[in-house]
């Protein structure tokens, strides 16, 4: 079992969106990135094996291809990166934000 993936894509589809649109930049998005974070942490904390998964390449590989997908669909931006640039414990940190 692992941390739903969907909310990490949920989370990346966000936090890249907070990196390349900084004009766009809004408290829903912030609200969003919090509310993934918090239930991702919440699920994590319930079922601690879980943490393991966050730790797995194949696992945050699947979760940024269905983030970046739907970043794009919401963007058009072509110049999204392919690979994930920040680990699952970056993005999962309370307050911090892409710059």
């Known amino acids: 079992m692992?941390?739903?993936?969907?909310r990490?894509?949920?989370?990346?589809?966000?936090?890249?969106?907070w990196l390349y649109q900084p004009a766009a930049r809004s408290s829903s998005w912030a609200g969003s990135i919090r509310e993934q974070r918090k239930r991702i942490s919440r699920a994590v904390s319930k079922t601690p094996s879980l943490q393991t998964s966050l730790s797995d390449p194949e696992w945050l590989s699947d979760a940024w291809t269905d983030g970046l997908a739907k970043a794009f669909e919401e963007t058009g931006f072509d110049m999204l990166p392919e690979e994930p640039?920040?680990?699952?414990?970056?993005m999962l940190t309370e307050g911090w934000f892409p710059v």
């Open 2 to 6: 692992s941390p739903d993936p969907s």
């Open 8 to 17: 990490m894509a949920v989370l990346i589809t966000h936090l890249l969106k």
């Open 85 to 90: 640039i920040w680990s699952a414990n970056q």
